[in-house]
């Protein structure tokens, strides 16, 4: 079992920047992938980073440049850097921890990009 709480979503400008945290149940270090994903209204939920336990990273084509995902096995914690957001980045962003062949969920923290 792995449980995770997401943090760090807000209301922000376009341009500006947000650090979104998941701070997981149990250590991260042996979880095959963590990632965020997001869900806008009205659409599906769609990938926007992972991280591999040995720090390969993967990211969406439309945050490339723009975010960042980190990992601190240490605290257990998986960031998301956001930098240069725009109105479309408005969504819930979920955190995931794919772990022993399931895919276990945050609750989601709203980020809202004003224009």
């Known amino acids: 079992q792995v449980q995770l709480v997401e943090s760090g979503g807000g209301l922000v400008q376009a341009g500006g920047s947000l650090r979104l945290s998941c701070a997981a149940s149990r250590s991260i270090e042996s979880i095959n992938a963590m990632g965020w994903y997001r869900q806008a209204p009205g659409k599906q939920r769609e990938l926007v980073a992972t991280i591999t336990s040995g720090g390969s990273t993967n990211y969406a084509d439309s945050v490339k440049g723009r975010f960042a995902i980190s990992r601190d096995n240490a605290k257990n914690t998986v960031y998301l850097q956001m930098n240069s957001l725009k109105p479309e980045d408005t969504a819930v962003y979920y955190c995931?921890?794919?772990?022993?062949?399931?895919?276990?969920w945050g609750q989601g923290t709203q980020v809202t990009v004003s224009s």
């Open positions: 995931a921890a794919d772990h022993i062949n399931r895919r276990y």
